[in-house]
C-alpha cells in the first residue's frame, strides 16, 4: 500500500495543500508587497524542488512530486481560494495554521511513520518563505530577513504541528 493509499481523497487533497497553506501562513502574517509575495512563492516552490530529493516514497517526495503534474497541482489548490476570500491577512495566517495542524493530525493518524518528515518539510517551507523577502527597509537596504509577525507564525506552525 503506497502513503497515499492510506489517506481518503479530501485528506490527500489537504495534504498536498500543506506546502501552500504554509506560503499563505507566512505570507499573510507580514504582507510585504507584489515583490515580496513573488519572493516567498518562489520560496515555496523552491521548497518543493528540494523535497524531490527527499526519497520517493517518503510522503514530502510524494506530495512535491504530484506538483509537476497539472493534476496534482489542481487539485493542491481547490478550494483555497473560497477558505481565504475576503479575510484579513491576520484571519487567513491564522487559517492557514489552523489547517495544517489538521493535516498534520491527519498525517499522524493515517501514516505515522511519516509524519516526522512531514513536519520537517513543513518547518523548512515556513523558514524559507519567511526568509525569501526582506521585511521593512527602504529599495532594499536595511530592514529584517524573518519579521516579527512572520517570527509569530513560524513560532504557530511549530507548535501546531507538535
Not at 18 to 47: N, Q, R
Not at 91 to 100: G, H, K, S
Request: proline residues 4%.
Amino acid at each position: 500500500m503506497s502513503i497515499k493509499d492510506k489517506f481518503t481523497d479530501d485528506e490527500w487533497k489537504l495534504v498536498l495543500q500543506s506546502p501552500m497553506l504554509t506560503g499563505i501562513a507566512i505570507t499573510a502574517a507580514d504582507p510585504s508587497g507584489l515583490w515580496g509575495m513573488l519572493k516567498e512563492g518562489f520560496g515555496v516552490a523552491s521548497s518543493l524542488q528540494q523535497a524531490k530529493a527527499s526519497p520517493g516514497d517518503s510522503l514530502p517526495g510524494m506530495i512535491s512530486s504530484a506538483f509537476d503534474h497539472a493534476e496534482g497541482r489542481k487539485l493542491a489548490q481547490e478550494n483555497l481560494k473560497e477558505q481565504f476570500k475576503g479575510k484579513k491577512p491576520a484571519q487567513a495566517a491564522d487559517i492557514a495554521v489552523t489547517r495544517l495542524g489538521d493535516v498534520c493530525a491527519i498525517v499522524a493518524a493515517k501514516a505515522p511513520e511519516q509524519v516526522e518528515a512531514y513536519k520537517t518539510f513543513i518547518r523548512a517551507i515556513a523558514q524559507k518563505v519567511a526568509e525569501s523577502a526582506t521585511e521593512g527597509g527602504f529599495l532594499g537596504f536595511g530592514g529584517e530577513k524573518v519579521s516579527a509577525a512572520e517570527q509569530k507564525t513560524l513560532d504557530d506552525i511549530d507548535r501546531v504541528l507538535g
